[in-house]
């Protein structure tokens, strides 16, 4: 059984333009959750898609926009990068409500040069 | 979401108990405490969570006092991987994991 899986490991923009992200949720989770981990900082939570919609956002601007398909995978969108969001992109899966445990990919390391 | 206190960091001797504090004084009934950990650049890896009652594992145990105020998680013989950054986290039901700045476990030979 694959874990959560994120695509690619590495990538290198130019400020200004538009990157996506990519995620397969753990076998039979049905939610997944985006976080932004800056360098020596704790995760922070961008938004969560279950059943293909956004159900929570995190403070983070309208440039991060995300979507989920109907086999549960997810994408994250940014427009018009910025520096500062060179970070490590962290995705997520789970099921929906309380008591469950949330499982991480390895990340997307984003450098904004 | 309540917030969680922890220790910036603290080390033990590889073999023994590790024992991670973490207080959670405005946590409500039906939150629950979870801990994961990551190691350097990788994913957070969870390990355990609890409502009220103590949890054990392959990973480690996790104690809440009775009050549920704070928690302990042990980890009962300490290696060298398992030096790590580890996150208590308090978590509603609406799934999302508030990350604070966790605190740093290095294990010594």
């Known amino acids: 059984d694959a874990g959560v899986t994120q695509s690619p490991t590495h990538l290198i923009k130019t400020r200004g333009q538009q990157v996506t992200l990519r995620c397969s949720p753990k076998s039979g989770h049905d939610t997944v959750s985006w976080y932004q981990q800056a360098l020596g900082q704790g995760p922070q939570f961008i938004f969560q898609y279950y059943e293909e919609e956004e159900r929570q956002r995190g403070n983070f601007p309208d440039r991060f926009s995300g979507h989920q398909f109907p086999n549960y995978s997810s994408e994250l969108n940014v427009n018009a990068l910025l520096l500062g969001d060179s970070a490590l992109y962290l995705c997520?899966?789970?099921?929906?409500?309380?008591?469950?445990?949330?499982?991480f990919g390895q990340g997307t390391r984003l450098t904004v040069v | 979401d309540a917030k969680t206190t922890q220790p910036t960091s603290m080390d033990c001797a590889e073999g023994r108990a590790a024992n991670l504090p973490c207080n959670h004084s405005t946590i409500s009934g039906n939150e629950y405490v979870y801990w994961y950990r990551q190691i350097h650049s990788q994913g957070p890896q969870y390990i355990i969570h609890g409502l009220k009652n103590n949890e054990t594992n392959e990973m480690a145990s996790l104690i809440i006092t009775e009050d549920r105020k704070s928690s302990t998680l042990i980890l009962p013989h300490a290696t060298l991987r398992d030096t790590a950054v580890y996150y208590c986290i308090v978590k509603g039901a609406n799934s999302k994991l508030t990350f604070g700045k966790g605190i740093t476990l290095s294990v010594r030979p």
């Open positions: 997520a899966s789970s099921f929906i409500g309380g008591d469950t445990e949330a499982f």
